[in-house]
């Protein structure tokens, strides 16, 4: 229809505009072949026939340290391209195609639930969120675009089933699956939302269905990791470090520039720690410290889970030099938003469209790990349909409301 095709290619010349100066731009050519730091050690280290090792660039043997699919994914990319500039290009190519697909599409689920705001206004949140964050959307090619593409997937798939009445608990499981292996909170997040489904539709044998279908598709990796390490790891193994970074190392408890600087990617004296006592010991010597902290100044703790839900829901903390200038403003205008449509949405006194609760509920489950147990701003943008279309449809319920519709 000439609604869709107009959007559609409104959607392609507004991010083709933001992200193809990145690609043409030789100055970005150190963003470009970042492609996930760790996650690009590993998939180099899969196309050398090392197997998945090595994720800080030195031969140190098996890692969980990230989630398998990112870096398969790249090693299949350099297997076919041969070089990360190559690559690193075609990831920002991808990211431009992710952000037209998702907004188009959201632009589609959206229009279809409004009752008193025009469609123009998720466009407009869309375009001021993706452009305020454009740094981790087209600069720097992490896995930002993945994660995006695949919280959409969830959503469209939930959105068709809603309406259409049907359970789909095989590919429902899958999904789960894939989301894990690629995003542990994102996967984790998407199970909240899927139990959800399914309690309120009361068919818990299907969910105990769907569950069986996810294990067993994570069930390969988790042999893996046994085989690797002797010991148990759902998707990836370094939480215990996570949890050391950001409530020992970090200062008020929000990962930024300095915290980064102290990572074993960035810094050659914790290389250097994680290769002489291995993953394992490596992580746990600090979960050690972290429990030390939980254990005698929960104060502490308590005030860094506070500064983490601010960043998460209010204000974001800038984290690297390329984020600056208009980007910030862009970013501070748009940023509260989801939080205010998720507040109308669970207000009690009104009915609640099914839609808007689903996305509610995929947000606060995806956010909730990174606030209690470490938070980097890029985390948020995995699920950046989600929170558009929860701050514009919840908007929505509000006007409605204090306009007088039922």
């Known amino acids: 229809e000439p609604v869709s095709v107009g959007v559609l290619l409104l959607c392609l010349a507004v991010f083709c505009a933001l992200g193809l100066p990145c690609m043409l731009d030789p100055n970005y050519a150190i963003l470009r072949e970042h492609l996930g730091g760790e996650a690009l050690n590993v998939a180099e280290a899969l196309v050398a026939g090392r197997g998945f090792s090595d994720p800080f660039g030195e031969p140190t043997g098996p890692t969980a340290w990230v989630p398998p699919v990112y870096p398969l994914l790249l090693a299949t990319m350099l297997a076919i391209l041969g070089d990360r500039w190559t690559v690193g290009l075609t990831v920002q190519g991808l990211s431009i195609a992710v952000m037209v697909w998702v907004v188009w599409t959201g632009f589609q689920l959206v229009r279809q639930h409004l009752r008193v705001l025009n469609p123009a206004v998720y466009l407009a949140v869309a375009f001021v969120w993706v452009a305020g964050f454009r740094y981790w959307f087209f600069e720097l090619t992490t896995d930002v675009w993945l994660a995006t593409a695949l919280s959409n997937v969830v959503i469209l798939t939930l ?234 449809l919840g908007t929505d319920r509000g006007v409605a409301w204090l306009s007088g519709k039922k």
């Not at 509610?360 to 948020?380: E, K, N, T």
Request: net charge positive.
């Open 159 to 392: 959105h068709r089933q809603l309406l259409s009445g049907k359970e789909h608990w095989a590919s429902n499981g899958a999904l789960t699956a894939l989301c894990a292996l690629a995003s542990p909170a994102l996967g984790a997040a998407t199970g909240v939302t899927m139990l959800w489904f399914y309690v309120s539709r009361r068919s818990w044998k299907a969910f105990v269905k769907l569950c069986a279908v996810a294990a067993l598709v994570v069930t390969p990796w988790i042999a893996r990791n046994f085989l690797a390490f002797g010991k148990f790891i759902p998707v990836k193994s370094n939480l215990g470090f996570e949890t050391y970074q950001a409530n020992i190392v970090d200062a008020d408890g929000v990962y930024d520039a300095g915290t980064n600087a102290k990572h074993p990617f960035c810094s050659p004296e914790l290389r250097f720690a994680y290769a002489a006592a291995g993953e394992t010991k490596f992580i746990e010597d600090r979960s050690k410290v972290f429990r030390q902290l939980l254990s005698n100044a929960p104060s502490a703790l308590a005030s860094k889970i506070a500064n983490r839900a601010s960043a998460a829901l209010l204000s974001p903390k800038t984290a690297n030099p390329g984020e600056e200038g208009p980007e910030l403003a862009l970013r501070a205008v748009v940023y509260p938003t989801p939080l205010i449509g998720a507040a109308l949405t669970l207000s009690p006194g009104r009915p609640r469209p099914r839609v808007t609760v689903m996305l509610a509920v995929l947000c606060l489950a995806h956010l909730l790990p990174y606030i209690l147990i470490a938070f980097y701003v890029r985390y948020v943008l995995a699920i950046t349909p989600a929170l558009v279309a929860l701050a514009v």
